[in-house]
């Protein structure tokens, strides 16, 4: 059906390789393409073991528009799917424009000397991707991605009105580590470490990191801390869903993960500044990934699972209703599939899945989207067939 090129060997990339593999009628074409080729052969051979199919690698450096112009011209890809880092979006979109190439990605563009997710960088090259007749679909990994679908999901079958959306988002895993991250330690510590935020009646609340927290259920796990962070979905979705009054998301995290967290923080090794060392310029966050696990190495002691969904409270023919639906997924069984962990399997599976609903043709429009602007009804059905099965509760409290 079509030919993608995939940028990015990490966890995600890793599990991506191996989803369009298995879907070869609908991927083609495949080439895997990141900043050390070495990586991208390493994952290639290994899906050519799994799957039999074979996948092109090659190198890049996404940060340079000018050699992902000659990468595209040479492959003449349908879409690129983006699993680099977010610093690379708008370079790659840029690249895509040029060479007349369609692009997904799981996470909105970041600079590198500002930790802040906003879609205004994205969302301001709508018009360019309209009139060059391309589509790109952001944010299409789990969190954003399924549970932006998941909300499209629900506010389409089961609401007339969505009124409060909590994202939960728990990993019950056990690395067996005294501390790693689960994706890009350096994105990820830079995420967890800012303030607070979440929407409530027209306004943006800001808190002190970490401020609001309490225990959760999630389903086959019980009770975890959860913890209100701030999300890049949040600002799509309420933008999306006018109707909204609330919006908040809570993700879990272990008292040795926030104990560690707060030393690194402390001791100034997650700053994002340049600083002067052995006369050379280092940025100390980035030395810190280098002596971290790395998240893709993870997988092979890791049990457990994730629990990600949303819980809803809302208005369905003048009643008040409740809804939760969620996906758990385990990390065992992902590692055994893809030989990565459950968080880049719940990443790599819907960037898959929105790359099929691209290739199919039922998430094709010109213009820059969030993937809850398209039709969520055949994206939740490829979740349950590619291995992200989700489950529904009607009418149950929320709170707990
Ligand atoms: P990793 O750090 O494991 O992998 C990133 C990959 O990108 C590496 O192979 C790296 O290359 C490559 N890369 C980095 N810079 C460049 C560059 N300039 N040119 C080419 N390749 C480059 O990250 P993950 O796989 O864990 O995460 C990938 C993406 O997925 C991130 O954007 C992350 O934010 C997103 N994500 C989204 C989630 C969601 O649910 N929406 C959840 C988890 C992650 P090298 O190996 O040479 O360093």
Redesign the pocket.
Known sequence: MGKVVI???????TVVANKVAQNKEVFTDIVLA???KS?CDAIAHDVKRRTGVTIQTAQ????RVPELVKLFNELKPDLVIN????Y?DLTIMDACLECGVNYLD??NYEPKDEAKYEYRWQWAYRDRFEKAGLTAIL?C?????ATSVFTAYAAKHHFDEIHHLDIVDCNAGDHGKAFATN??PE?NIREVTQKGKYYENGQWIETEPHEIHKPLNYPEIGPKESYVIYHEELESLVKNFPTLKRARFWMTFGQEYLTHLRVIQNIGMARIDEVEYNGQKIVPIQFLKAVLPD??ELGENYTGQTSIGCRIRGIKDGKERTYYIYNNCSHEEAYKETGAQG??Y??GVPATIGAMMFMQGLWKKPGVWNVEEFNPDPFMEQLNKQGLPWHELFDIDLEV
Do not use: Y
């Open positions: 940028i990015g060997a990490g966890g995600v990339g990141s900043r050390t990586k890049v450096d996404a940060d699993v680099a880092l977010p690379q799981t996470a944010g990994g789990f969190d954003p991605g994706f890009n994105i998240p893709g968080v880049s719940t990443t």
